[in-house]
């Protein structure tokens, strides 16, 4: 059984950086896509980035490209999320995410979910 954890949210004042990580465990952990994902208390999940665990391919929703990098260390099996320039927009739980086959932004797509971490950014 795979379990994710998110860590290193906290509180950034805009234009600041924060690098969140998600850490798997379990006895097997296999993915084809590690995503991350966002979502505002009575708002939907809403895709932020995804990153294929071979290759390393990636793919950013609009609001965050060239501020966020996603990446992932296969060795370690952590996944990453490099937040730089936030704005206010970006406060919200972050959520990490495992999918079994190629997921990109399709919440549906993912086979497991770690509990979230929450970034605040002051204006």
């Known amino acids: 059984q795979v379990q994710l954890v998110e860590s290193g949210g906290g509180l950034v004042q805009a234009g600041g950086s924060l690098r969140l990580s998600c850490e798997a465990s379990?006895?097997?952990?296999?993915?084809?896509?590690m995503g991350w994902f966002r979502q505002a208390p009575g708002k939907d999940r809403e895709f932020v980035a995804a990153?294929?665990?071979?290759?390393?391919?990636?793919v950013y929703t609009d609001s965050v490209k060239g501020r966020f990098t996603v990446s992932r260390d296969n060795a370690k099996r952590m996944t990453y999320l490099q937040m730089n320039s936030l704005k206010p927009e970006d406060t919200t739980v972050y959520y990490c995410?495992?999918?079994?086959?190629?997921?990109?932004?399709?919440?549906?797509?993912?086979?497991?979910w770690g509990l979230g971490t929450q970034v605040t950014v002051s204006s």
């Open positions: 990153i294929t665990w071979n290759s390393g391919s990636t």
């Open positions: 995410a495992a999918a079994n086959a190629l997921a990109w932004g399709l919440r549906r797509n993912y086979d497991d």
């Open positions: 379990g006895n097997t952990f296999r993915p084809h896509t």
